[in-house]
């Protein structure tokens, strides 16, 4: 903690001053000559930029604070986009009902997957989840009727690049500040108790389970919403350009490259995430997505503390370090409550 | 044997596949006393704690906590009963401050509220502080627990046993790993607990250890029950002497 | 009843595609305790085979199958020297991001190289067999013929060779193989080029009745990781019950209930895999253990 209360005004200034500046962008593009530098596009870009801030934040809550590595998020994305499709173009709720709707419809879609997938851990936990994510786009696909199968569904257009920068924006500085919090919370420490030692946690007298779900239902809630405003954005969603596999990959890479576990990671990898991508999207369409996965094997291999961890001096090691240090056989996974060893690796016939 | 009958197990079995752990053992433990369970390595010593406090589902038996039947009771509930343990391989929450590890201890993170701005929070807080004193690890309160040495780690787990003032504390092997030093603290703040009334029940390997502590003493072998007496009559038991430097050379050898 | 028996036939014919194509991911896992979430595209890789080598040279795929095995085995070598080397021993969090991006490098070459449009794949054997009520696609039995000769194979080379002693002898215990003078390094390397020629041999023998393209590779990882937690970890009889078990499961949900294609398989193999391992948490061989709470 050297330096820490002006290095963290410091900071904290910054911030705000980054989010004034950031806020000031459309009144640019409407009042200076020719919209100055801002272009729609400009718009379009930050508002994706933020969607990602949001999204790998709420990742981040399961993620990084309770351990529970998700490869699947991007189903929440998806059923909040399909949320907000079917209940906008099939039942003609006006677009913030209809968002309300929609998150509903993730938060109840969580709960009712979260109670079986949550009971899985580590690698079970990760692939379930990557499977929910593919079973989900093929269900899409199915049900034709509802969801206009793979021809999609067409949403109202209305192009209002300001009014979503602005509610990206927003909902970006609440989410974070949101976590922020959280982590503060007792409930935030239990999370983190839960990925440090689940067995340990429920021994103690804390209740796993309601604290899993509670934040699965929260992550996915958050995740739903961004899915919404995009479906709307877009207007308009087939399953696969709203379940894209990508999507939740650089969800993913965006955490893991700005710190695991922490607040500021998820901001800052999606910030550097977003930017670094434009640069090699401009220039090499075709093999942004190798890049991607070239990107993060060597982030988990040579950089794991992430941006954060690598420029703080956190005693102890960020959360992936820490993840990554653990032996599978040490304690706060299943065994060494004195039953028997390591996960069993054989070979038999 | 006087007093309250605080934990009353009849009857425990537990098998994994054709293995039988734990064979219909039966142990109590009553209010106040200092029980050693005690026996060779895989006698099941753990096992029996795992069934004790919810870990494993039991295959026969019965387990009444404070008079109430808790076999179908789920680990978290029984702890909140006031029945907290420690764990053989140290289990601490390594990116949570000491204080942090004892206050949730207690707390056990119900509702998202903000850290100390309530008068129970404070409490809480001044209750954490007391107890990191009690152990000696006041001054590293707002340390990581994953950088404190392997003894601090102990005291720690058996301060988070304490913040919610348990009716009994399960120790397994509180002393495996630990200097002679604090071994003794150890053993120190345990006799203090006992004399303000507070239940143990102690799976340890240091004989020493348990005869300057227990009242009583019960001995497993083959998940069995092989003899249950003061250490003295232990000490002196044929059977035990057996077990434990009998033919099989289980004794370090998990 | 008819319908029924033909549903039977075509899940196990199935089941022995998915035999074939889970062995190389449960001997990863079993071995060297890495989780391969770019097995499906090891598989697509060797479909590919199958069909550059059909265009180029007009190979039909049963023989190209012994081009694609040490070619890709030798892939296989490389990828372990490069890469899997060092997330051996490490939690699976490692092995999962790593793989991870391997499959999204892997599958996006394969876009850039050849497009994502579907490519097919003759084989010289094909048609029906008509037994009594029962069709039997004969290039399918094929596939099941093949997987019952790899997976015989590959017992009794575990069994009896001294290098597949070495193997299981890793697998069991990695200090005690390396105590008794097993090269620890060089038998994953091997057992991983092994499973990874296998795997492609795999995707030779699908090629001719599933479309090849660069994205086919996610749900058959995921099909793979369902059987190999479901039937125990490197485990061969395991892998043929568990995808035999799988394969009969999806053809008659496809069959049975309408409206669902075998697409929804993974469906129906994460619901099986969810409720075995919340049920009964080691597994359906006792292969596993400590997958859930």
Redesign the interface.
């Known amino acids: 903690m050297r330096g820490g209360t002006t290095f963290r005004k410091v900071s904290l200034g910054l911030l705000v001053a980054a989010i004034v500046g950031l806020a000031t962008l459309p009144m640019i593009q409407r009042y200076a000559t020719d919209g100055g530098f801002v272009t729609n596009s400009t718009l379009f870009n930050f508002t994706q930029m933020f969607m990602l801030i949001i999204v790998a934040s709420s990742w981040n809550l399961t993620g990084g604070f309770t351990g529970y590595?998700d490869?699947g998020h991007g189903v929440w994305f998806g059923i909040g986009a399909y949320g907000t499709g079917v209940l906008m173009s099939k039942l003609g709720w006006p677009f913030p009902v209809a968002v309300a709707g929609a998150v509903a419809i993730t938060v109840l879609a969580a709960l009712l997957l979260g109670g079986?997938?949550l009971?899985?851990?580590?690698?079970?936990f990760?692939?379930?989840m990557?499977?929910?994510f593919?079973?989900v786009r093929?269900?899409i696909?199915?049900v034709k009727p509802i969801t206009g199968g793979g021809i999609g569904l067409t949403l109202p257009p209305y192009l209002n690049r300001p009014l979503f920068f602005y509610i990206t924006l927003i909902l970006a500085v609440v989410v974070v500040a949101f976590t922020w919090?959280?982590r503060?919370?007792?409930?935030?420490?239990?999370?983190?108790?839960i990925?440090?030692?689940?067995?340990?946690?429920?021994?103690?007298?804390?209740?796993?389970?309601l604290?899993k779900i509670t934040v699965f239902g929260l992550s996915a809630a958050i995740t739903g919403l961004v899915g919404a405003l995009w479906a709307y954005q877009n207007t308009f969603i087939d399953p696969d350009i709203v379940f894209v596999?990508?999507r939740t990959?650089d969800v993913?890479i965006a955490v893991?490259l700005g710190g695991l576990?922490t607040v500021a990671g998820p901001v800052i990898g999606a910030v550097v995430l977003f930017w670094a991508r434009d640069i090699i999207w401009a220039n090499f369409l075709?093999?942004h997505?190798?890049v991607?996965?070239?990107?993060?094997?060597a982030i988990?291999?040579w950089v794991p503390e992430g941006i954060v961890g690598t420029f703080s001096d956190r005693?102890?090691g960020t959360?992936?370090g820490?993840?990554?240090s653990?032996?599978?056989g040490?304690?706060?996974?299943?065994?060494?409550?004195?039953?028997?060893d390591d996960?069993?690796?054989?070979?038999?016939? | 044997m006087s007093g309250i009958r605080i934990l009353d197990a009849r009857s425990v079995t537990k098998r994994f596949g054709g293995l039988v752990a734990v064979d219909e053992v039966d142990i109590h433990v009553d209010q106040g006393e200092v029980l050693g369970l005690i026996g060779p390595n895989g006698s099941g010593k753990t096992t029996l704690f795992n069934c004790l406090t919810r870990v494993h589902n039991i295959d026969g038996g019965s387990i009444e906590f404070k008079g109430k039947d808790i076999t179908s009771k789920k680990p978290y509930q029984v702890a909140r009963m006031g029945l907290a343990r420690t764990f053989q391989v140290i289990r601490v929450y390594g990116d949570l401050t000491i204080e942090e590890n004892l206050v949730l201890s207690q707390q056990w993170g119900a509702l998202p509220t903000h850290r100390s701005f309530t008068k129970a929070h404070r409490d809480l807080h001044d209750k954490a502080a007391e107890i990191a004193e009690f152990l000696l690890l006041s001054k590293h309160l707002r340390t990581k627990a994953g950088t404190l040495s392997g003894g601090q780690r102990r005291l720690l787990e058996l301060g988070m046993t304490l913040m919610p003032d348990p009716d009994l504390i399960l120790l397994d092997e509180a002393t495996s790993g630990i200097n002679p030093s604090l071994i003794e603290t150890i053993k120190d703040r345990l006799a203090v607990l006992n004399n303000k009334g507070l239940t143990l029940l102690l799976v340890e390997h240091d004989i020493r250890f348990i005869s300057d502590l227990c009242t009583r003493v019960i001995v497993l072998n083959y998940g069995r029950k092989l003899a249950d007496g003061t250490p003295d009559e232990i000490k002196s038991d044929e059977r035990v002497l057996e077990a434990y430097f009998g033919d099989d050379g289980s004794t370090d050898v998990e | 009843m008819d319908q029924l028996l033909q549903a039977l036939v075509n899940g196990v014919m199935l089941g022995g595609f998915y035999a074939i194509m889970v062995l190389g991911f449960s001997i990863i896992w079993g071995v060297m305790g890495v989780i391969n979430l770019a097995h499906g595209e090891f598989v697509m890789m060797g479909a590919y085979g199958a069909w550059i080598l059909q265009e180029s040279l007009g190979l039909d795929p049963l023989v190209s199958v012994f081009i694609v095995f040490p070619v890709m085995a030798a892939f296989g070598y490389a990828i372990q020297r490069l890469i899997i080397n060092r997330i051996i021993e490490r939690p699976h969090l490692i092995s999962l991001l790593v793989t991870f991006g391997l499959a999204s490098i892997i599958s996006n070459v394969f876009k850039l190289l050849f497009t994502a449009t579907p490519r097919s794949v003759e084989a010289s054997i094909h048609g029906l067999w008509q037994v009594g009520p029962v069709t039997i696609p004969k290039t399918r039995s094929m596939i099941l013929i093949a997987a019952l000769i790899i997976m015989y194979s590959l017992h009794m080379f575990l069994k009896h060779t001294r290098l597949g002693k070495s193997i299981r002898a890793a697998a069991q215990n990695r200090e005690a193989a390396r105590i008794v003078g097993i090269e620890i390094n060089k038998v994953y390397a091997i057992t991983f080029a092994i499973a990874i020629g296998i795997t492609a041999v795999a995707g030779v023998m699908v090629a001719p009745v599933q479309p090849v393209f660069p994205f086919m590779g996610p749900p058959l990882t995921l099909r793979a990781f369902a059987i190999t937690a479901l039937s125990g970890l490197g485990s061969i009889i395991g892998a043929l019950f568990g995808g035999m078990l799988l394969g009969i499961i999806e053809v008659l949900l496809a069959t049975f209930i309408p409206g669902i294609g075998t697409n929804v398989g993974i469906v129906s193999s994460f619901v099986i895999l969810v409720i075995v391992l919340v049920v009964r948490p080691q597994g359906l061989f006792g292969g596993l253990k400590a997958a859930t709470t």
């Open positions: 590595v490869f079986p997938i009971r899985l851990r580590g690698p079970y990760s692939i379930a990557l499977a929910t593919v079973a093929e269900i696909r199915i919090w959280l503060r919370t007792q409930f935030g420490l239990t999370l983190i108790a990925r440090e030692d689940e067995i340990g946690a429920d021994m103690r007298g804390i209740n796993t389970t604290h596999d990508s990959m993913i893991i576990g075709q093999f997505l190798i991607q996965g070239i990107v993060l094997i988990v291999l005693s102890g959360t992936l820490r993840l990554m653990k032996r599978k040490e304690p706060s996974s299943d065994e060494a409550v004195g039953s028997p996960e069993p690796r054989t070979v038999s016939s």
